[in-house]
């Protein structure tokens, strides 16, 4: 798979996992080298796909398993 595939996004599992590490969107959002508005986009379900790239950058941030948040 390459870093602009877009994969599905677990918007729901996301925000847990994010406010599980006492994180807001704009400090994970800087961490993932994104905007805060399309994570809050991703966590909503408004915009449900996300590259590798940026589904793997959340999940490094996150320290998870980019699995965890990827829907198959």
Partial sequence: ???????????AELRALRLGMGLR???????????TSYLSMLETGRRPRASVG?????????????TSIIVS
């Fill in 1 to 11: 798979m390459k870093r602009h595939d877009l994969v599905w996004v677990n918007g």
């Fill in 25 to 35: 969107q704009a400090d994970l959002a800087v961490l993932a080298g994104i905007d």
């Fill in 54 to 66: 940026v589904a793997t950058g959340l999940a490094r941030a996150l320290a998870v398993d980019p």
